[in-house]
T-cell receptor, first 116, second 116 residues
Framework: KQEVTQIPAALSVPEGENLVLNCSFT??????LQWFRQDPGKGLTSLLL?????REQTSGRLNASLDKSSGRSTLYIAASQPGDSATYLC???????????????FGKGTHLIIQP | GAVVSQHPSRVICKSGTSVKIECRSL??????MFWYRQFPKKSLMLMAT?????????EQGVEKDKFLINHASLTLSTLTVTSAHPEDSSFYIC????????????FGPGTRLTVL
């Protein structure tokens, strides 16, 4: 069974800082890995998708890397802004968990607060 | 593109009643949709994979007779919580996998279910 751990669980920093959020997973037999943000009481917004054959993906101030063999991914946020405040979720996908293939397994997330 | 909607966004019901939640992909076709559940301060947990035109596949520990899933078209999946009880109160989120999109999943805004 896939297990996902995200470190740190919470982070509060002043705006402008560059941040690294860490994600580790136990089963490296994945098809891809997605990073999401979740605002309080809301659904998920997809930030980046990395295929298992890729090493990293970039979108604006966000960069995500994937080391599939070691079961790790990092999300790098450059020049953080108060609008980046949210919970960030890491979700490796595609591990057959006994029910449906392609389902995502989520970590508990990193709760990020960017202070103005 | 790749917008997923859910209806209703919030529902309060009495114990013993059934509640239907709709998940729609608005601008793309999705042969596969997923249903997740999130309890307060917990990770999202995959409940079931919904396949258009066939039976859903459920994760271990999810009662298929309790959570009825119907995926009648390429843009609509429904989750019915039958005979709801207070312990079913949770945040239910669906996602849809856009065909030919490298397995990327797009999430709806979620439905907050409160059973009194």
């Amino acid at each position: 069974k896939q297990e996902v751990t995200q470190i740190p669980a919470a982070l509060s920093v002043p705006e402008g800082e560059n941040l690294v959020l860490n994600c580790s997973f136990t089963d490296s037999a994945i098809y891809n890995l997605q990073w999401f943000r979740q605002d309080p009481g809301k659904g998920l917004t997809s930030l980046l998708l990395i295929q298992s054959s890729q090493r990293e993906q970039t979108s604006g101030r966000l960069n995500a890397s994937l080391d599939k063999s070691s079961g790790r991914s990092t999300l790098y946020i450059a020049a953080s802004q108060p609008g980046d405040s949210a919970t960030y979720l890491c979700a490796p996908g595609g591990v057959y968990s006994g029910g449906g293939a392609d389902g995502l397994t989520f970590g508990k997330g990193t709760h990020l607060i960017i202070q103005p | 593109g790749a917008v997923v909607s859910q209806h209703p966004s919030r529902v309060i019901c009495k114990s013993g009643t059934s509640v239907k939640i709709e998940c729609r992909s608005l601008d793309f076709q999705a042969t596969t949709m997923f249903w997740y559940r999130q309890f307060p301060k917990k990770s999202l947990m995959l409940m079931a994979t919904s396949n258009e035109g066939s039976k859903a596949t459920y994760e271990q520990g999810v009662e298929k007779d309790k959570f009825l899933i119907n995926h009648a078209s390429l843009t609509l999946s429904t989750l019915t919580v039958t005979s709801a009880h207070p312990e079913d109160s949770s945040f239910y989120i669906c996602s849809a996998k856009r065909d030919y999109s490298y397995n990327e999943q797009f999430f709806g805004p979620g439905t907050r279910l409160t059973v009194l």
